[in-house]
């Protein structure tokens, strides 16, 4: 995706608003009454919230930290995504639990917090007969920026996301993928620490997903702006995502780096130049679950990693078996998935 405008930073695609302070780490002040504390390197923390609209219950009990970078919030549609993030703004409040963001307590510095905050929405609700520079102009003075630079960063946001030779149309006569990148622009425009991204990728063909989802990793690394992607796409999140929230059934399944996550789910595998079935009969008669696939040989899903790499060296030495490579198992972002909300 080219950038044919910049501000004058020395970056050709980097905004000369983007101040290099928004890279380093939020720390938080902690305003848990519970016994469970916050990380001090979190962006976002979560503590036993419970929320519900009317007899329907969405959260009973989620906790979770979100790490700095880009973060993947993952759940089936209905799983209350939505609704954490009006949470997270300081929209509606949880029943109980509390709730951290950016170090402050959205139930009592939601205003003062939100203008550190961006936010595209996932439905579509734009003005027709606005301009997008327009739009992002308003968006930007709404979050206290001073009318000169509001309209310089809204013009630089929309050379940053690819519409800046379209900034002057109206946004009704954009077409979906245009309007996706509209409401990047206007979330990016006043300078924000972290930016809450409801399915951005919603009614994009292939080639414009590609693209939104390029953009959004390069905010999330080279601007240093952390992110927070609601999604129920697995693929889309595992190729951009640093760290992931699993919902699922108004809790926290999972949640953490996305690589610490995967390593070891799947147990330990061992690549040999021989031997493969001696050591797979070993393990076997220790009760082990094994597979074999070639010169491979896998065991274990649910034992600690380091039990697996115990019994798996054993069975190894007592067969003489010449080893090539040993490993843990790294499942994909679907794998584990399925395993926290179906498989329990």
């Given at each position: 995706?080219?950038?044919g ?8 695609g ?8 928004w ?17 001090p ?10 929320k ?37 703004l ?5 029943d109980?639990?509390t709730?951290s ?7 009592t ?7 550190h ?15 997008a ?34 900034r ?9 993928g ?36 390029a ?10 702006i ?29 949640s ?32 082990y ?15 600690p ?12 030495a ?15 972002l ?11």
């Amino acid at each position: 995706m080219g950038v044919g405008r910049a501000g004058s930073g020395s970056d050709p695609g980097k905004p000369s608003w983007v101040s290099q302070d928004w890279s380093g780490t939020v720390v938080l002040v902690n305003t848990a009454t519970t016994e469970r504390t916050s990380s001090p390197s979190a962006v976002i923390s979560a503590v036993a919230v419970s929320k519900s609209w009317g007899s329907h219950q969405v959260f009973s009990d989620v906790t979770a930290d979100v790490l700095p970078g880009v973060t993947g919030l993952l759940g089936s549609n209905g799983a209350g995504k939505t609704t954490l993030l009006g949470m997270l703004l300081a929209l509606h409040a949880p029943d109980s639990g509390t709730l951290s963001v950016l170090g402050a307590d959205p139930a009592t510095a939601g205003p003062e917090l939100r203008m550190h905050i961006g936010y595209a929405p996932e439905h579509h609700n734009l003005p027709n007969d606005v301009a997008a520079q327009d739009l992002v102009r308003h968006i930007a003075l709404v979050h206290g920026l001073p009318k000169r630079e509001a309209t310089t960063r809204s013009s630089d946001a929309l050379w940053l996301v690819g519409l800046g030779e379209e900034r002057a149309r109206p946004v009704g006569t954009m077409s979906t993928g245009q309007r996706q990148r509209v409401k990047l622009a206007q979330a990016i425009a006043h300078g924000p620490k972290l930016i809450l991204l409801d399915e951005p990728t919603d009614g994009l063909d292939p080639v414009q997903r590609d693209d939104m989802l390029a953009l959004i990793r390069r905010i999330g690394t080279d601007f240093g702006i952390h992110v927070l992607l609601s999604s129920h796409l697995l693929e889309e999140v595992e190729r951009i995502a640093d760290n992931v929230v699993i919902l699922s059934n108004g809790t926290v399944r999972a949640s953490g780096r996305i690589d610490d996550l995967r390593t070891g789910q799947g147990g330990m595998t061992a690549i040999l130049d021989s031997g493969v079935e001696l050591v797979a009969a070993s393990l076997q008669r220790s009760g082990y679950e094994v597979a074999v696939e070639r010169n491979k040989v896998s065991v274990g899903t649910t034992e600690p990693l380091e039990q697996l790499a115990d019994a798996l060296r054993d069975a190894i030495a007592e067969n003489g078996a010449p080893l090539r490579r040993m490993e843990p198992v790294k499942q994909t972002l679907e794998d584990l998935f399925l395993d926290e909300v179906y498989g329990s």
